[in-house]
């Protein structure tokens, strides 16, 4: 069983910033981390321990496995780096790239190729438009 604590979240979040993935989420996937940080925010309050009177933080976990779900594909959308990009790009291509060709004569080395992680990196970083 997998929980979401604050750490998790706000390291997530910093390092999401810092690649610049979170200018890419939509508002409502915005929203659900934001409050889910709210959520799980660790509370400071006062007990006593041995007769002393202490500060303990408090802090939530999220452990609804759907929100979990929801909030590990956020994490994969924040971690996401230029190459990992770039090779899903390539591998779309090179899906695409075999459901049109097939098997052609002309192409017999193509399955090769797609089987290569060297191509299906060229792929994803050629240019859009060719």
């Given at each position: 069983m997998?929980?979401?604590t604050h750490k998790?979240?706000?390291?997530?979040l910093?390092?999401g910033r810092?690649?610049?993935?979170?200018?890419?989420?939509?508002e409502n996937?915005?929203?659900?981390?934001?409050?889910?940080?709210a959520?799980?925010?660790?509370?400071?309050?006062?007990?006593?321990?041995n007769?002393?009177?202490?500060?303990?933080e408090i802090?939530?976990?999220i452990?609804?496995?759907l929100?979990?779900?929801?909030l590990?594909?956020?994490?994969?959308?924040l971690l996401?780096?230029?190459?990992m990009?770039?090779f899903?790009?390539?591998f779309?291509?090179?899906?695409?790239?075999?459901?049109?060709?097939?098997?052609?004569?002309?192409a017999?080395?193509?399955?090769q190729?797609?089987?290569?992680?060297?191509f299906?990196?060229w792929?994803?970083?050629?240019?859009?438009g060719t």
């Open positions: 997998t929980v979401v998790m979240l706000r390291d997530k910093r390092k810092i690649r610049g993935n979170w200018r890419v989420l939509d996937e915005k929203a659900l981390y934001r409050v889910a940080l959520y799980t925010k660790p509370k400071r309050r006062t007990a006593r321990v007769g002393r009177r202490q500060e303990i802090g939530r976990t452990v609804q496995t929100l979990v779900q929801k590990l594909e956020l994490f994969e959308k996401e780096t230029r190459g990009k770039i899903k790009r390539g779309a291509k090179a899906v695409e790239l075999q459901q049109r060709c097939g098997t052609v004569v002309w017999s080395s193509l399955p190729w797609l089987k290569d992680p060297d299906i990196f792929l994803g970083a050629m240019r859009r």
